[in-house]
């Protein structure tokens, strides 16, 4: 059971908006910020969002993030076949000492 | 552009200790500003976040691992190493090693090796 909670599947059609969620806790994302990360078929993560809504450079504008509270959501705008891919988001937590990570988002391009 | 490469034995017997090392190249770990962690993903399931060190020999682990797990890094070398003992099947993954970049606070995993799968069997 992971300590972020991830909706384990979500799925669109070319060119839709779709969203990732992302709920924690106060230890967590509640006082930290959180990161996504796309992981593509047969590789390894790659970051894809930082510090709640930073885009690092080379990711297209079509991924955005936002937090509020203790929950975190991923938008994807503009869906595209290329998308397809497995999405984690991930905090820091207090409690803890140490990075928590969510379950992970399988999002299938219909 | 820094590179990570994993490497070390494919296979493990149980109950012994894995062990794997992370190759840093196109930059130094010891410039500042950086952690250094491991990651493993079980196949088909989820990352979980196993520990980090920074090159002055700090570290952090995950509790659920800390008793088993013992991270260090030659700075000689320019690599870091994971040590995970009395292992078992459930420790079969594919590890990753990962660069944690912070800035003012702000704190990501920037970069990452290609993985390398551990099987635990006899």
């Known amino acids: 059971q992971s300590v972020l909670t991830q909706p384990p599947s979500a799925s669109g059609t070319p060119g839709q908006r779709v969203t990732i969620s992302c709920s924690g806790s106060?230890?967590?994302?509640?006082?930290?910020?959180v990161n996504w990360y796309q992981q593509l078929p047969g590789t390894a993560p790659k970051l894809l969002i930082y510090s709640d809504d930073q885009r690092p450079s080379g990711v297209p504008d079509r991924f955005s993030g936002s937090k509020s509270g203790t929950s975190a959501s991923l938008a994807i705008s503009g869906l595209q076949s290329e998308d397809e891919a497995d999405y984690y988001c991930a905090a820091w937590d207090d409690s803890l000492n140490g990075w928590v990570f969510g379950g992970g988002t399988k999002l299938t391009v219909l | 552009q820094v590179q990570l490469q994993e490497s070390g034995p494919g296979l493990v017997k149980p109950s012994q200790t894995l062990s794997l090392t992370c190759t840093v190249s196109g930059g130094s770990i010891s410039s500042g500003s950086y952690y250094w962690s491991w990651i493993r993903q079980p196949a088909g399931k989820g990352l979980e976040w196993i520990g980090r060190i920074y090159t002055s020999g700090s570290t952090n682990y995950n509790p659920s691992l800390k008793s088993r797990v013992t991270i260090s890094v030659d700075t000689s070398k320019n690599e870091f190493s994971l040590k995970l003992s009395s292992v078992t099947a459930a420790d079969t993954a594919v590890y990753y090693c990962?660069?944690?970049?912070?800035?003012?606070?702000?704190?990501?995993?920037?970069?990452w090796g290609q993985g390398t799968l551990v099987t635990v069997s006899s």
């Open positions: 106060s230890s967590n994302i509640g006082s930290n910020t």
């Open positions: 990962a660069r944690e970049r912070w800035v003012q606070l702000i704190y990501r995993f920037d970069s």
